[in-house]
Nanobody, 124 residues
Framework: QVQLVESGGGSVQAGRARILTCAASGEPFTRRCMGWFRQPPGKEREGVAVVSMIGGIRVYADSVKGRFTLTRDAAKNTVYLQIDNLKPEDTAMYYC?????????????????WGHGTQVTVSS
């Protein structure tokens, strides 16, 4: 079983940046896609960004392009989500995800492994 542990959340003022980290551990790591979903208060969970741990191809939600950057360290089974110019609408619980297959998409049904989440709260 794979464990995904997120860190880096917190309360932050609008306009600042934040880096979220997700480290995977457990069984020999075979997940080929990792990334992030988020769930704003009172809203559905939505895909943010995912990356192929093999080829490095990234997929971003249109709503975050230009401000969010997803990077990976395949040797450490870790992904990082840098969020620049934070906005109040970025307030959400951010969840790390992983899956075995290598067709990395922003479809929540694709992901078998989920972290417990890290809360990001942006104040104006």
């Amino acid at each position: 079983q794979v464990q995904l542990v997120e860190s880096g959340g917190g309360s932050v003022q609008a306009g600042r940046a934040r880096i979220l980290t997700c480290a995977a551990s457990g069984e020999p790591f075979t997940r080929r896609c990792m990334g992030w979903f988020r769930q704003p208060p009172g809203k559905e969970r939505e895909g943010v960004a995912v990356v192929s741990m093999i080829g490095g191809i990234r997929v971003y939600a249109d709503s975050v392009k230009g401000r969010f950057t997803l990077t990976r360290d395949a040797a450490k089974n870790t992904v990082y989500l840098q969020i620049d110019n934070l906005k109040p609408e970025d307030t959400a619980m951010y969840y790390c995800v992983a899956r075995l297959g290598d067709n990395c998409r922003l479809d929540r049904l694709d992901y078998t492994d989920w972290g417990h989440g890290t809360q990001v709260t942006v104040s104006s």
